[in-house]
């Protein structure tokens, strides 16, 4: 992958939520460069660039899931990440299934945009799409194209 491609961290402990949204990304035609965590800790390995994530882009997005399980929420990263000065600047998208007023202020207070998590296919289609305009044209390939 190049280094035109924007590099979008998706932190969701559910696995086929992550793999819907990869596939949205492909079926909407947008080229990102896909990094995955399934908790905070493995998040903020990920941010850290720890082994054996040494080598991986700092994301232009983080796709945040609010409710994680074990080990932290996506409020928890997110207070990390706006007091961590690398990350500060790094654009969240915070996804919840049931968002309430304190979660939506919290997300509002710490500069994270809060969406509704998709519920079915065209929910993640429409996410794909929106997120394109997010992060801007590329002028690398799609995977599926001669570059």
């Known amino acids: 992958m190049t280094s035109r491609q924007p590099c979008v961290l998706h932190v969701e402990d559910q696995r086929g939520d992550r793999e819907l949204m990869l596939d949205a990304f492909l079926e909407a035609g947008v080229v990102v460069e896909s990094l995955v965590a399934g908790s905070v800790t493995q998040a903020l390995a990920v941010l850290r660039q720890e082994p054996p994530f040494a080598d991986v ?4 997005l983080i796709l945040l899931d609010i409710e994680l ?14 007091d961590d000065p690398v990350h500060r ?14 979660v939506s202020t919290a997300c509002q207070r710490l500069g994270a945009r809060l969406v509704q998590k998709p519920e079915d296919w065209s929910g993640y289609a429409a ?6 305009v997010e992060l801007g044209p590329t002028d690398a390939p799609h995977p599926h194209q001669p570059g």
């Open 57 to 60: 882009p700092p994301p232009t």
């Open 89 to 102: 600047q790094t654009k969240v998208i915070v996804l919840t299934g049931h968002s309430s007023p304190p």
């Open 127 to 132: 996410l794909a799409k929106m997120l394109a």
């Open 69 to 82: 399980g074990a080990g932290g929420s996506g409020l928890d990263l997110l207070r990390i990440l706006k």
